[in-house]
T-cell receptor, first 111, second 114 residues
Framework: GQQVMQIPQYQHVQEGEDFTTYCNSS?????IQWYKQRPGGHPVFLIQ?????EVKKQKRLTFQFGEAKKNSSLHITATQTTDVGTYFC???????????FGQGTRLTINP | DVKVTQSSRYLVKRTGEKVFLECVQD?????MFWYRQDPGLGLRLIYF???????EKGDIPEGYSVSREKKERFSLILESASTNQTSMYLC?????????????FGPGTRLLVL
């Protein structure tokens, strides 16, 4: 079945350092979505990428969708304590109305 | 603002009990989903529904059933709770064109089965 792999599982950084999480799909995706879950909270939608090679920015967050539409990345520049949480990527499963989520990357930050 | 509510934030049940988890969304979304979240395993889809009285199995449906009698409400049922069903349960909803719309999550129910 379709799988979405996400690495790393955990990442601890000093405040101000950069952070990147990577997402790889076993199949070509029509789009990819990113969600953030704060500690004790629920996943909240961040962004959706649709086009091959697409790059989108939200302030210090940069999202990329690979040329082959099988991988994606989220990069945070100069992390802040508000960035703490778990970041999930998710892609649609072909022919079915559901998303397949990666395992998530849990980001912790040393202030 | 889309709002997805879940009946309980925390729930403690005993092995063998029948458990009902309720989810209500107020945005007239067609699609609703139940996930469970466990450390290191991410979000795993249990069941989803794309219309009233319609349901589809997700990746881990064993031990669960669902009910969708009204569009805004999607219930997850544990017929006979077991300790391995201790988990965080998340409900989500989305518009019919799910692949172009976000999923909106409820606050989650943390279930402990003793």
């Amino acid at each position: 079945g379709q799988q979405v792999m996400q690495i790393p599982q955990y990442q601890h950084v000093q405040e101000g350092e950069d952070f990147t999480t990577y997402c790889n799909s076993s199949t070509t995706l029509s789009n990819i979505q990113w969600y953030k879950q704060r500690p004790g909270g629920h996943p909240v939608f961040l962004i959706q990428l649709v086009k091959s090679g697409e790059v989108k920015k939200q302030k210090r967050l940069t999202f990329q969708f690979g040329e082959a539409k099988k991988n994606s990345s989220l990069h945070i520049t100069a992390t802040q304590t508000t960035d703490v949480g778990t970041y999930f990527c998710a892609g649609p499963f072909q022919g079915a109305q559901k998303l397949v989520f990666g395992q998530g990357t849990r980001l912790t930050i040393n202030p | 603002d889309v709002k997805v509510t879940q009946s309980s934030r925390y729930l403690v049940k005993r092995t063998g009990e029948k458990v009902f988890l309720e989810c209500v969304q107020d945005m007239d979304h067609e699609n609703m989903f139940w996930y469970r979240q466990d450390p290191g395993l991410g979000l795993r889809l249990i069941y989803f529904s794309y219309d009233v009285k319609m349901k589809e199995k997700g990746d881990i449906p064993e031990g669960y059933s669902v009910s969708r009698e009204k569009k805004e409400r999607f219930s997850l049922i544990l017929e006979s709770a077991s300790t391995n069903q201790t988990s965080m349960y998340l409900c989500a909803s989305s518009n019919r064109q799910w692949y172009q719309e976000t999923q909106y999550f409820g606050p989650g129910t943390r279930l402990l089965v003793l």
